[in-house]
């Protein structure tokens, strides 16, 4: 398809040059071959635009991308349906149908009101509700839609004190666990912490012991009730520097993915996965924020010793990454012109993949097919500041934390930070960060997401 509208670029462009020798010849008016060239040249420029966008990937194909991301989601939330326990299969039938007529009385209100600011308002207000009813029914919609909270679904009914027993000898930066009430909550909870900082993690079973939910909060106060003591009580020391707090901080930030996997596990074999704590040597730092004003900082390990060197000047179309001899490591082009942001990634000058923004609605993602699979970049929802998690082919190989707003000793830390579990895509994640900041900093500045 690139070559057709190279074909009719060209065309145009011909069309128009003998249009206008004929006309000089034969003496004709130049005002109307004034109007047909300039014509002629914005179907040019408008074909050639065409070409442009069609020598990565036509727009065609991109929209037929996201069209089968959407079905096999359709596909994936089908089949964790069918490996739900018959209990479970009600309930998910229970919130679908009470968040449908929620939904569809919301959407009502609107004309029973007479479209009246009021009705509209309040219609509204239910239809969200009914919406979000509908999707806590199972722990495939329920996750789908937040990170703030987890929801598993279990084989058959069990008690908190299974758990308690599995999980009191585990020590975490938080503690072991320990049983509790909370003030909000007639369940008798599973709990680690608080730390320092007043930060802990919780699980309780509902009623009918088939779903477990997780959770994070920060109100101590809302503790009621302290039935057991922790094994292992919380980390005291948050880090003697700033990666060391960085650590600390990533471990709480990841602690409920492991607690919903380790579960999950325990549900399935028995056997409880062990904490894997961040370690400092994998905590990289950038020595300053984003700007959309022309870029040069570096990354540190967390010895402040510069990894890496990232510059860019104004208009932010292509991102570099040097190592400290100078050479270059990733180029990051910036592709205007895309509906969903785009950018071509280049691996010490030679092509290494293109990286682009997928269509969700609740978390910001992007993919990009390299020789070693399929890499993502899958944001976490509703958690403070922007995170996201990379992963390739399914397993995490690094995150990126930006505005995490964390104070560490009495400095308030805001610039972006790595996690990296595998030092050979250090460079890419790095190249990755320096996207996802270019992102949000244009996104701060209300900028287009084509910019």
Known sequence: MKKVWIGLSITCILI???????????????????????????????????????????????????????????????????????????????????????????????????WSTFWISFGTVVLIIGIAIFMMGSPQD????????????????????????AYKDIQTPLGSAWLGYFYTSPYKSMIFGPDNRGQFIYFYLNSAGNVGYIGYSFLENAIKEKLTEPVYPPAKDLGADTAGHLC?????????????????????????????????????????????????????????????????????????????????????TKEIGHALATYRFFYRGEPYGVLEKQFTLVRDSFAMDINEGKLELIEYAGTIGHNFKVTLNGTLIGAIMDDMDITIKNIIWDNAFLIVYDRTYLPLITAMAVMVTRELARDEDGGLSNR
Do not use: C
């Not at 004034?34 to 065609?60: C, H, Q, Y």
């Not at 602690?255 to 056997?271: C, M, P, R």
């Open 16 to 114: 128009g040059i003998l249009g206008t020798a004929v006309d000089v010849i034969e003496g004709n008016s130049l005002e109307d071959t004034a109007i047909v060239l300039f014509v002629l040249a914005l179907f040019a420029v408008f074909f050639g635009w065409l070409a442009w966008l069609w020598r990565i990937r036509s727009p065609l194909k991109r929209a037929g991308e996201q069209a089968s991301m959407a079905a096999n989601k359709v596909k994936e939330s089908n089949d964790a349906y069918k490996e739900l326990s018959k209990s479970l299969k009600r309930r998910v039938w229970k919130y679908r149908i009470v968040g449908a007529l929620l939904a569809v009385l919301g959407v009502r209100m609107w004309p029973m009101g007479n």
């Open 142 to 165: 329920y996750n789908s839609i937040t990170d703030a909270a987890k929801m598993i679904g279990l084989d058959r009914e069990r008690t908190i004190d299974e758990f308690y027993e």
């Open 248 to 332: 600390y901080h990533t471990d709480i930030f990841f602690f409920q993915d492991w607690l919903k996997a380790s579960i999950e596990n325990y549900v399935k074999t028995g056997q409880v996965n062990p904490f894997m704590d961040a370690s400092p040597s994998e905590i990289y730092t950038f020595t300053e924020d984003f700007k959309l004003t022309g870029e040069h900082f570096e990354v540190q390990d967390k010895d402040q010793n510069t990894v890496y060197i990232v510059d860019s000047t104004m208009p932010l179309i292509n991102l570099y990454i040097h190592d400290t001899d100078g050479n270059e490591i990733f180029k990051m």
